[in-house]
C-alpha cells in the first residue's frame, strides 16, 4: 500500500483520514454527513484531504447503525450470550427476548423495528424444541428482517429450511453458545457484518445506488474495538494492563474494553466473557440523553449540582445547541464526566470487573466534548474518573488520554484490511502508557 483514506460516516459527521504505509497519519477531516446522498460528504472529506486516487477503506454507523434483535433459549444463557455478541459485532440491541415465542413476544418484537434478529438457543446437541419453536413462529408471522441463524447445530438445518420456506434471508453460521459457559462470538460476527453490508447499509435511504453499500466494509463500532483489540495487544506487549476506551455521544455512551488474556474463570460463568467487550448506554449522552445521565448519577448517589437537570433538560430539547460561553462549557464537561463514570461502572458491571489484574492501563476518552475541552476541564473530568471508588481500583495504573484524531476506527479498518503492522504503527504513534 501506498497511502489509504479510511472513512468513518456517522449519521452527523463523515470523516475522513489518510495513513502512510509506515503509519504515520497524513491528514484528518471531517464534513457534516449528507443524506439522502451520503456519497455527496464523502467526496467533500476526500476533496479536503487531497486524497482522490487513495483507496478507500470505509465503516459506518449513519442511519441509526445497524438495530438489532437477539432471540435465545434462557435469559441468563443463549440469549445473554447473544447479547454479548451483538455487541462486540457492534450493533444496537434493541430487543432481547428468551423462551418459546407467542403472539405478543413477536408483536413486541416486530414493534422494535430491528434491522437483523440473532436467532439463538441451545447448546450443540441440547434441546432443539425451543429454537425450531421460535425459528417457524418468525417464518409464519410478519417479521421480514434478515435472520443470523446461530443456535444449537444439531437444529440448525430444519430452522433454517423453516425460515428459507418462507423467503426469509438467512445466515446459518455456528452456534454462539456451543457449550456451557464457552462463548463462541467469531462466526457470528462475521454473519452480523456480513448481512450488515449486504442487506441493511444499503436499505437505509443513504444513497441512490449500490457505491456506498459496496464501499462500506463493517459497522463503526465493529471497526472500533478491532482497533480496541489491537491497542491491547501493544500495550500487553509492555505488561501495561487492559485497554478502556469511552465513547461520549449525543444519544448514547459506548464503552469498550480489551484485555491480552482470556477469562481465567470462564467455567465459573454461565457465559464466558471474550477479550475484547463493548457495551452501549443508550440513556446517558450529551444531548437527546442528558437527562438520563442526571437520573442515573442521583441514583448511583453522585451528587449531580442542583441545576443540572435543568441544563440536560435544556440540551434534549435543543439539540444541536453548541454552548458559546464558559458555563455552558463547563456544565458539558460536568455531564460528560458523570456520563463516562456510569457507563464505566454498568461496564465493569457486566464482565464482572474482569480486566486482569493490572486493570486499565489506558482509558482513552473520546467524543467531541473531549476533544474541544480546555485542559483544566480535562483535568477536572480525570480527576473525579479517578476519585470514583468504584472505578479508583481499576484505573490506578491508568494513563488517561484523549482520542483527539480519532485514529480507533482507522486503524481497526486496516487491521480488518490486513494491514496489522500499519494499524500497529499508527496506534503506537498516537498512544502511549
Not at 450529551?286 to 435544556?314: C, F, N, T, Y
Not at 480546555?374 to 479517578?386: G, W, Y
Not at 484490511?417 to 503506537?428: N, P
Request: proline share 5%; glycine share 10%.
Amino acid at each position: 500500500m501506498s497511502t489509504l483514506l479510511c472513512l468513518d460516516i456517522g449519521s452527523t459527521w463523515t470523516k475522513g483520514a489518510v495513513v502512510a504505509a509506515d503509519g504515520t497519519l497524513l491528514g484528518t477531516a471531517q464534513h457534516p454527513t449528507t443524506p439522502p446522498e451520503v456519497l455527496d460528504g464523502i467526496a467533500s472529506v476526500t476533496t479536503l484531504l487531497d486524497a482522490q486516487g487513495d483507496a478507500v477503506l470505509a465503516c459506518s454507523s449513519a442511519g441509526g447503525g445497524l438495530r438489532l434483535a437477539v432471540v435465545g433459549q434462557e435469559r441468563l444463557v443463549s440469549a445473554e450470550a447473544g447479547y454479548r455478541v451483538a455487541l462486540s459485532a457492534g450493533a444496537k440491541i434493541v430487543h432481547v427476548v428468551a423462551g418459546q415465542l407467542d403472539g405478543a413476544a413477536i408483536r413486541e418484537l416486530r414493534a422494535t423495528q430491528p434491522d437483523l434478529v440473532l436467532l439463538a438457543g441451545g447448546t450443540d446437541g441440547g434441546d432443539r424444541s425451543v429454537l425450531l419453536h421460535n425459528a417457524k413462529r418468525i417464518a409464519a408471522n410478519r417479521l421480514r428482517p434478515p435472520i443470523v441463524l446461530a443456535g444449537n447445530a444439531d437444529a440448525r438445518a430444519e430452522a433454517e429450511a423453516l425460515l428459507h420456506a418462507t423467503g426469509r434471508t438467512v445466515v446459518a453460521t455456528d452456534n454462539v453458545l456451543p457449550d456451557v459457559g464457552e462463548l463462541a462470538p467469531g462466526p457470528a460476527r462475521a454473519a452480523i457484518r456480513e448481512l450488515f453490508l449486504r442487506h441493511v447499509i444499503g436499505g437505509k435511504g443513504l444513497s441512490k445506488g449500490n457505491a456506498f453499500r459496496d464501499l462500506v466494509r463493517a459497522v463503526t463500532p465493529d471497526a472500533v474495538l478491532i482497533g480496541v483489540s489491537r491497542l491491547a495487544a501493544i500495550l500487553a506487549k509492555r505488561e501495561a494492563g487492559a485497554v478502556l476506551v469511552v465513547d461520549v455521544g449525543g444519544a448514547t455512551t459506548d464503552v469498550y474494553s480489551a484485555v491480552s488474556t482470556v477469562d481465567e474463570n470462564a467455567m465459573e460463568r454461565t457465559v464466558a466473557l471474550p477479550a475484547d467487550r463493548r457495551t452501549v448506554e443508550g440513556d446517558l449522552g450529551m444531548r437527546w440523553s442528558a437527562p438520563g445521565i442526571v437520573a442515573e448519577a442521583e441514583v448511583e448517589r453522585l451528587d449531580p449540582p442542583a441545576d443540572l437537570l435543568a441544563e440536560a433538560q435544556r440540551r434534549a430539547s435543543t439539540v444541536d445547541w453548541i454552548p458559546d460561553d464558559d458555563h455552558g462549557r463547563d456544565v458539558d464537561a460536568t455531564l460528560a464526566g458523570l456520563a463516562a463514570i456510569l457507563a464505566i461502572r454498568r461496564h465493569l458491571r457486566l464482565v464482572d470487573g474482569q480486566l486482569g489484574p493490572k486493570g486499565a492501563g489506558l482509558l482513552v476518552l473520546s467524543g467531541g466534548v473531549f476533544r474541544h475541552a480546555t485542559p483544566e476541564r480535562l483535568q477536572a473530568i480525570e480527576d473525579r474518573l479517578r476519585a470514583d471508588p468504584v472505578l479508583r481500583p481499576v484505573l490506578r495504573n491508568a494513563e488517561i488520554t484523549v482520542d483527539r484524531r480519532y485514529v480507533l476506527a482507522p486503524a481497526g479498518l486496516l487491521a480488518d484490511a490486513g494491514h496489522g503492522e500499519t494499524a500497529d504503527a499508527l496506534l503506537g504513534n498516537h498512544f502511549s502508557a
